[in-house]
């Protein structure tokens, strides 16, 4: 690891003022993302603005009904938060689903959704990744990508999302709200991350320098029936294969709205909004249903070796929607 | 059952010795011991599979703070290139001598600094270059250099008129069975802190033998063994991992010789992945031929496995095929493909672990065939003596294990079809498998000390990795000298203490404790004699039979329930029950834990774990715990364990040895609980969510039909 | 701003203040372990990934081995050596040694400390992945299930899962939650 700077913000500005001034600076949150790709020499940051103390911290109501989350609020508090457990069920469990308690007691809000890819490729030095030397070419392409991306990538980059939380946030339309010197500013999570074209490296539409303030539930998706439903090679403490997070309001036998985004797929959460067109307004049928999942991954583009996680996000949409529909009565 | 002479602390649950010392942070395993003016070294290892080392610049790294310097082929002191294992000389051992590059993950160099943050930023600062050449990765048992595997532990069977008991079979399965790369991964990474004073060398070695140590490092310093002590105090976890002098001992011996200063080496996670050792991967085809009344006639088991030109090895798969069953015919070919790979060592249960996968999935599929219950088409085979051999068995009771592991699981209520059982959208399965792990006894020299005070110190250079050997050894004294076990002082993991067999090939407890109940018997003639202390020290090495007339071997049932989301792939193992023959059980609740964790090692063997290496570079893909997956707390349910009432007759106390029972049998009854539940067989392991998912437009819809 | 790459730092540990200067790259695990000759805490790879290095920081658990030693400043942390006190073993730690909760011992400090920290977790109400999402008014009851999940972020290779999920059960029930 390289030598770094440290330094503490008290107020926002601090801490715009402290990255700004410095090229090689970077907030720091939790770390357990940013301290462990220091440690394998992937990040070299020469300076560490920690932002754990700045007033972001805690959940509050929105008018609309919906939630403001400061960008400092741990994952734990997120997920245990009893607003969020009761207006955003799938955000909890989509939480919760991710690391280990130990980790979601350190992780931000903010550093989740910044948190880098887990491809190989990308921690090790000794190989090429796009993503960490723009240029340098993609070694899982033609390499180990068993875990790699299916839907939105290229062939500068197969690597997918890590984070279970994003998904759910996709899924329920939230908004990131971040600072930078020149003011305030709102990106959907929809275009929160770029798609990955020739520069896999550039992941977000941030600005530079800016730092992440918080996320924003709208109301419109509070009190949907939601779920997040996550499949890994182990029962728990391991990345997404495949995720889905899917909320869904029939009333009257009829789809009046539905979200569903996946993880594991590609280099964002995939938001499957051709799918959910099939089915509002619809009877979520079986058969509706299982052409909705057909839908979500109509595009896929499989590499050689995962084939599979087009068949599995397909089954885990059409299972994860038959509960929430209460078509499948098995779950 | 052989009457015990004395306190009866041999089969009493008891709790470990060292627990507390555990459960406080007390205990002190080899890069927590303290050191005054230690110096912190840092591997940079190779990233090719094969080729040689053009250039490393170290500038760059030296001038930066708190180096000390760095060691690599130009400047390491020389090492003894005759210094080796059991095999003979061990290539692996002769770190940092020359340019050659054996496999992804060597040692190049060591970087030496006053603190460890300064040393792994020097590390990423060394620039190496090399010439790449071409590797070789590529098992299989028609690979072209696969020659015969080594036959020290025993020849292939052959025996019967194979060809002619498979044409006359009713049923005839010949299947294809592949186990990954696995990786030991004890928690406890590869540490070791060295240091020299007056031609003597000292280290705090995490190891499975600290005399088999000392003889490696004596030998490859060429010094008399007697200069060389080696301490392992408490070793957090083995499993055949750290049972060789490990690479962690190696640099820092050169570099405390180097630097004249104690220089401690705690590898990274990913450097035990690529540098340590490995379960190597295997490929195995099973022809079994049967009778319709479901009488095995020929059992042929061929398997390869991959090794290092850097030494022998044998993974010893077909064992079981020369002990589980009888038959006219058996006939076993193990072949060794020498590969550019990190050179393999033994990992629980070695041999049996993939190999009784192989023949125990086999067997299940015999049975399916013949539409025969697989518990049933097992007990119309078992053998009255050693089917190769010919020998008689010591003891065996493994018909007992899967009688009373059948009542216990509840086996008599199976449906034997297939994909029978649902549960919502799971389905449930159930599946069986047994085996067998040689047993035996080593040399070990154990001595007792009659105190002052009326206790006595026992001290032999057994290791504890985690096995409970203080505490068992603790009551073998006590019930040796009719003491209780507050009176049996044990000192163990040191080499100073004298010769002794490590902590592996479930042969540690076997061994010491037979060196252990020796001495006491001589020191309890002579207590006579007033003199404290008086002290007897015993060689075992003159008393053991190496020829024994009987088969010596422990047995397991294994049973297994698995529910499968076909919709998903995922399997989950919901029961899990053993039922173990492993002699007389010294701490039930000791040996309980044992094979229970050794099952457990089985159940993430079956379901999880695989090295996936790049074929392009050899490199591995998942080098640490986020991608090389061991089974976690969710993923494990309550396990059952027992053991059937069994006496060693080898064994002068009845005792066998547990430590890799446990893990042997595990993966095929789950593997043969995951057809069960689906209908599909699984023939390479890990048993992988990929493998399983179904294409399946099963949305029921109830309310909708 | 400052350009040091070594800060002055407090450090609460086990109720004991210590003044240190530590280099900004050491991590909270190095502290306690070199500095502080603590070396309860394990290293078992340093990547966040097995849980051995499990503390509590202010009560809540946390990996050292991501924590950043500067980070933690001020902060209150409490090792497996914090756990007893005056030398009568917390009753987590009496249920791990009589049920024989481990074997190596080596994750067994970060496996105690995360159980400390997941009771109290669990005693705040905390849901887990596998609590029901249905009722979020409900407290999670702890079961196997609840304990596994919840205490996954310990890796253990010995196989000492079932005693630890048992001892973390028995403590829960004796000690109406406090570890």
């Known amino acids: 690891m390289r030598e770094f700077a440290y330094q503490r913000a008290a107020q926002v500005q601090d801490a715009l003022t402290a990255v700004a001034g410095d090229a090689g600076a970077r907030y720091l949150g939790g770390g357990t993302n940013l301290v462990d790709l220091m440690k394998c020499g992937v990040e070299e940051p020469t300076r560490l603005v920690d932002v754990r103390q700045l007033p972001l911290d805690g959940v509050r109501d929105t008018p609309d009904g919906g939630l403001v989350i400061g960008a400092t609020t741990t994952n734990s508090d997120v997920a245990a938060h009893p607003e969020v457990r009761r207006r955003f069920p799938a955000l909890t469990q989509a939480v919760l689903a991710g690391a280990s308690g130990q980790l979601r007691n350190m992780a931000t809000v903010g550093g989740n959704l910044v948190q880098r890819t887990r491809c190989g490729y990308f921690a090790d030095l000794s190989q090429p990744c796009n993503k960490r030397v723009p240029g340098s070419g993609c070694a899982a392409l033609g390499g180990v990508h068993h875990n790699h991306a299916v839907l939105g990538h290229s062939e500068h980059c197969v690597a997918t999302h890590p984070s279970d939380m994003a998904v759910a946030l996709a899924a329920l339309d939230a908004v990131v709200r971040y600072e930078t010197l020149d003011g305030a500013g709102e990106i959907p999570l929809s275009r929160f ?102 839908e979500a991954l109509s595009e896929a583009d499989p590499l050689r070796d995962n084939g599979y996680k087009v068949t599995l996000a397909r089954n885990l949409i059409a299972a994860t929607l038959g509960e929430l529909s209460g078509t499948d009565q098995n779950r | 059952m052989s009457a015990n002479p004395a306190s009866g602390a041999v089969g009493a649950p008891r709790p470990r010795t060292e627990g507390r010392l ?25 990233t090719v599979s094969r080729g040689r080392i053009r250039d490393i610049d170290a500038s760059a790294a030296l001038g930066m703070p708190g180096v000390l310097g760095v060691l690599d082929h130009r400047n390491a002191p020389r090492l003894n290139p005759e210094a080796g294992n059991y095999f003979g000389p061990d290539g692996s051992l002769r770190l940092l001598q020359d340019e050659a590059i054996p496999y992804a993950g060597w040692p190049l160099a060591l970087v030496v600094a006053e603190t460890p943050e300064q040393a792994s930023a020097a590390a990423a600062a060394l620039r190496v270059t090399c010439d790449v050449e071409p590797h070789d990765l590529d098992l299989r048992l028609e690979h072209p250099a696969a020659r015969p595997a080594s036959t020290a532990f025993g020849p292939e069977a052959d025996i019967g008129d194979l060809d002619a008991e498979l044409a006359a079979s009713a049923v005839v399965v010949e299947e294809r069975y592949r186990t990954p790369e696995e990786s030991h991964s004890a928690m406890e990474p590869h540490a070791a802190t060295v240091w020299w004073d007056s031609g003597h060398v000292y280290a705090e070695d995490s190891n499975q033998g600290a005399f088999s140590v000392s003889e490696v490092l004596a030998a490859l310093w060429s010094i008399d063994r007697e200069r060389v002590h080696v301490r392992s105090e408490h070793v ?10 490990g690479p962690q001992v190696v640099l820092a011996s050169m570099a405390g010789r180097w630097f004249g200063r104690p220089v401690r080496i705690a590898m990274t996670r990913a450097q035990v992945f690529e540098t340590t050792s490995s379960r190597p991967r295997t490929d195995q085809v099973v022809t079994i031929g049967a009778d319709a009344d479901g009488r095995l006639r020929a059992i042929h088991h061929r398997a390869a496995y991959g090794l290092s030109p850097l030494s022998e090895y044998i993974e010893a798969c077909t064992e079981q095929a020369k002990i589980l069953y009888s038959a006219p015919a058996i006939r076993t070919r193990l072949t060794a493909v020498p590969l550019d790979i990190l050179p393999p060592a033994s990992m629980r249960g070695p041999g049996a672990t993939p190999g009784s996968f192989a023949l125990e999935s086999a067997i299940d599929e015999v049975a399916e065939r013949l539409d025969l219950d697989p518990l049933e088409l097992r007990l119309r085979n078992q053998p009255a003596v050693t089917p190769v051999s010919g020998k008689p068995f010591s003891t065996r009771r493994l018909v007992s294990c899967m009688g009373e592991g ?97 902590a592996g090939g479930s042969r540690g407890t076997t061994s010491w404790s037979f060196a252990i109940t020796e001495a006491a018997k ?56 053993g039922m173990f023959a492993v002699g007389r059980v010294i701490n039930p609740l000791l040996a309980r834990s044992q094979v229970v964790g050794g099952m457990i090692m089985g159940l993430s063997m079956a379901l999880h774990e695989e090295s996936v290496r790049d074929p392009r570079t050899g490199r591995l893909a998942n080098g640490d715990f986020a991608g090389y997956h061991i089974a976690a707390h969710a993923d494990v349910p309550d396990i059952e364990a027992g053991f059937v009432p069994d006496y060693e007759p080898q064994d002068p106390s009845g005792f066998n040895g547990l430590g890799e029972i446990g893990t042997a049998g595990t993966a095929a009854a789950i593997a043969n609980a995951v057809w069960h539940a689906t209908g ?7 048993i992988r969510l990929d493998r399983v998912l179904e294409q399946t437009t099963a949305v029921a819809s109830p309310s909708l039909r | 701003m400052t350009d040091h790459t070594r800060s002055e730092i407090s450090l609460r540990v086990n109720e004991m203040t210590h003044r240190l200067s530590v280099d900004n790259r050491r991590t909270l695990l190095d502290a306690l372990r070199e500095d502080l000759g603590l070396t309860g805490p394990k290293k078992g790879c340093d990547h966040g990934q097995c849980g051995a290095c499990t503390v509590l920081c202010d009560g809540r658990r ?41 074997q190596c011992g080596f994750c067994t400090p970060g496996q105690l400390c995360s159980a400390v920290g997941m009771l109290a977790e669990h005693a705040a109400g905390w849901p887990s992945a596998v609590t029901a999402v249905d009722a979020p008014d409900q407290a999670p009851e702890l079961d196997e299930t609840e304990v596994r999940e919840r205490m996954s972020g310990n890796l253990c290779r010995c196989g000492a899962y079932p005693p630890i999920v048992r001892a973390v059960l028995e403590t829960a029930a004796r000690e109406g939650g406090a570890a």
Not at chain 1, 258 to 271: D, E, N, Y
Not at chain 2, 680 to 686: A, E, G, M, S, V
Request: charge should be positive.
């Open chain 1, 193 to 294: 991350y770029l798609p990955v074209g020739d520069r896999p490296d550039r992941e977000t539409a941030l600005p530079p320098g800016a730092l992440i303030t918080a996320v924003v539930l709208p109301g419109s998706a509070a009190g949907l029936r939601s779920r997040y439903r996550k499949v890994r090679e182990r029962a728990s403490y391991a990345f997404a294969t495949v995720s889905v997070a899917a909320a869904l309001d029939i009333r009257d036998g009829v789809v009046r709205d539905v979200r569903i985004a996946l993880g594991g797929v590609a280099s964002r959460p995939w938001r499957a909004s051709s799918a959910e067109a099939l089915l509002r307004g619809a009877q979520p049928t079986a058969d509706r249903l299982r052409t909705c999942a057909e």
């Open chain 2, 22 to 46: 555990k459960v406080t942070g007390a205990a002190h395993y080899a890069a927590d011991v303290p050191m005054p003016d230690l110096a912190h070294g840092w591997m940079v290892t190779g």
């Open chain 2, 236 to 245: 957090g976890g083995g499993f055949g991992g750290k049972g060789a002098c």
């Open chain 2, 406 to 502: 059948a009542r216990r699981f509840g086996w008599a209520a199976r449906d034997r079809r297939p994909r029978r059982r649902r549960e919502g959208p799971l389905l449930v399965g159930s599946g069986m498998a047994t085996t067998s792990f040689s047993a035996g006894v080593f040399p070990s020299k154990a001595s007792i000390t009659a105190e002052t005070d009326g206790t006595f110190t026992v001290s032999i250079g057994a290791s504890d990795i985690g096995t409970g050997a203080r505490t068992a050894l603790t009551a073998v004294a006590a019930d040796a000298l009719g003491a209780g076990t507050e009176r049996i002082r044990i000192r163990i993991g040191d080499s100073d203490l004298g010769m002794a067999w490590g």
């Open chain 2, 522 to 577: 001589e020191l309890r003639e002579n207590l006579d004699d007033p003199v404290r202390p008086m002290t007897v020290t015993v060689d075992t090495s003159t008393r053991i039979d190496f020829q024994p007339a009987t088969e010596r071997q422990t047995y397991s049932a294994v049973f297994a329930e698995v529910t499968v989301d076909p919709a998903t792939g995922e399997v989950r193992v919901r029961r899990l029950l």
């Open chain 2, 680 to 686: 599909t067989r699984q023939r390479t392991l890990p």
């Open chain 3, 62 to 102: 946390v990996v050292s081995c991501l924590t950043l030693a500067v980070a933690a400043d001020t902060t209150s942390v409490t090792t497996v050596e914090g756990l007893a006190t005056e030398g009568e073993l917390r009753p987590i730690q009496e249920a791990f040694l009589r049920l024989d909760g481990f």
